[in-house]
């Protein structure tokens, strides 16, 4: 007779940080195949921002609204060489440099390609952090109360985005 080996649960890294019960709960709507619909139910449609001239556009608004002091952004784009693996969603550059003796200082924004097709929540919540970096280069208290200011459902749309890259990486995409 051959040992029946268990089956193994994949590992749900993008939530390692979370409660086992969390967790588990999401453990079991992957095991009932549910996540999909779960997500589909809170976030029923994709954004519509897929080139990076609507990103631009999209970014300015959110900047202009409730960071107008804040420095320029020079470059704002979709990113294919960003790995979300990483712990990487989205990319806030800067540098500085001297021109005709005054510092310059230049912004970018780069944000995954996988969010080119996501919910416009997880794309605001993802353009909302690279935003707050503008002001707070650490993610200190500040950051985060930079953040929910400008998103007051900042962490549940974290949770909802984690949980939302887990179907990607296990199953696939919710949209097609």
Known sequence: MTPVSPVKSPELKYLSAYSPELKGQIQTMIEQDRLKKFLLSKYPEPHN????KALRDYVMGLKNRYMKKS????NIQYDQKIHVVNN??????????VQGGK???KNSICISAVFKTAPEAFLSMIVVHELAHLKEKDHNKNFYQLCLHMLPDYHQLEFDMRVYLTQLELVGGIYN
């Open 88 to 97: 990487a969603l989205g990319l806030h550059r800067y540098a500085t440099r």
């Open 103 to 105: 510092l310059k200082t």
């Open 49 to 52: 921002m897929a080139s990076d």
């Open 71 to 74: 420095g320029p952004l020079s």
